[in-house]
């Protein structure tokens, strides 16, 4: 379970930044950026919170609600910053990362000196000192908290995109190349939020 420890190290105000959505095939990658600024928030956030990926969608979803809560009573700031399927194409997954992380860490209501970022590669000119942490979603509560609202708010996103274009089962897959969206694929074609770098959607394209 994450715990403060790494957070403790730095004496100071830290932020914890991850991101969802490397992997699919479309939607933008969204990163998050999360600083606690006490330690009061609820007993049941802190003690519930832990790496995205191990939580269920509903409970991921309860604490991305109590994570806006103790944001709105001022215990937390979060700040959340994507970049689009074209700039995924345009500059490679990696950097378009690195510039949702910074986009997210700029959306802060409160900049911090230093900020653990999850993962083992470092983000190139970022606005603050970083310090990577492998598997820090695990690991540091700034980074796990961070990595719930990174998941969360791009499922949301890959949600409303699903009314836009309905035949890929975005509100299910969040872009990733299932069944459903294989198939949706095959019969319609890809829509502006494919990312055209990756393998399977030129293999599409290159079939047309």
Not at 10 to 32: C, S
Not at 108 to 121: E, F, H, I, R, W
Request: charged fraction near 25%.
């Amino acid at each position: 379970m994450p715990d403060f420890l790494l957070e403790d190290t730095f004496k100071t105000l830290v932020t914890g930044i991850d991101e969802a959505g490397r992997g699919p095939w479309a939607g933008p990658v969204v990163a998050g950026a999360v600083v606690f600024l006490n330690r009061n928030e609820t007993p049941e956030l802190l003690s519930e919170l832990d790496d995205s990926k191990k939580l269920s969608a509903q409970k991921r979803e309860k604490l991305y609600a109590l994570l806006r809560q103790e944001e709105h009573k001022g215990n937390l700031a979060i700040g959340i910053g994507q970049a689009s399927a074209q700039e995924i194409d345009d500059m490679n997954i990696l950097q378009a990362t690195f510039l949702a992380m910074k986009r997210a860490y700029e959306a802060l209501s409160c900049k911090t000196q230093y900020a653990l970022v999850d993962g083992n590669q470092t983000p190139k000119n970022f606005p603050c000192q970083t310090q990577t942490v492998v598997k820090g979603d695990a690991k540091s509560m700034s980074i796990a908290a961070a990595s719930i609202v990174a998941k969360v708010y791009r499922d949301h996103l890959m949600a409303n995109l699903a009314k836009k274009y309905p035949n890929y089962g975005f509100e299910k897959n969040a872009g990733y190349g299932t069944k459903l969206h294989i198939d949706g694929l095959k019969k319609y074609g890809i829509c502006p939020q494919h990312r055209k770098s990756y393998k399977p959607i030129q293999e599409i394209l290159d079939k047309n």
